[in-house]
């Protein structure tokens, strides 16, 4: 029988990659957008790697009341000041950093929703056992 290396996934942390290079908000080259699922069908939108300089209150003003949604500020002591937005902002948020030439198109990351499926977690568990 042919041996299959098969890795079920575990919690998935959205700022993993941000944690693995170990700075904080500001210090990269990068702005990552990112959406995590809440419950059902809510999500919720995080902007961070925005430069240190820029007012993150005025920015987060201003998202709110362009996209009517709400949103806040939260300081994290590894990843710095992040921005919180209710539902899939991704794209309005690249649109108003770029337009507003707080940053550069080449320099935002959209990163998506990574979701398993229960039908996906039991396909692995089956072929997992079958490896057996």
Do not use: W
């Not at 944690?19 to 419950?39: D, F, L, M, P, W």
């Not at 009341?65 to 309005?92: A, P």
Request: charge should be positive; include cysteine; proline fraction near 2%.
């Amino acid at each position: 029988m042919v041996g299959l290396e098969i890795e079920i996934p575990s919690a998935f942390d959205p700022f993993a990659d941000a944690k693995q290079s170990g700075g904080a908000g500001g210090t990269k080259e990068y702005v990552h957008i990112r959406i995590q699922q809440r419950n059902g069908k809510k999500s919720l939108t995080t902007v961070q790697g925005l430069p240190k300089e820029l007012s993150y209150e005025r920015i987060l003003k201003t998202l709110k009341k362009d996209f009517c949604c709400n949103g806040n500020v939260v300081q994290d002591k590894e990843l710095g000041k992040v921005i919180q937005l209710q539902g899939d902002q991704r794209k309005n948020v690249q649109n108003f950093l770029v337009s507003q030439n707080l940053v550069k198109k080449d320099q935002i990351k959209i990163h998506a929703i990574r979701v398993f499926s229960l039908a996906v977690l039991k396909l692995f568990v089956v072929l997992e056992f079958l490896a057996l």
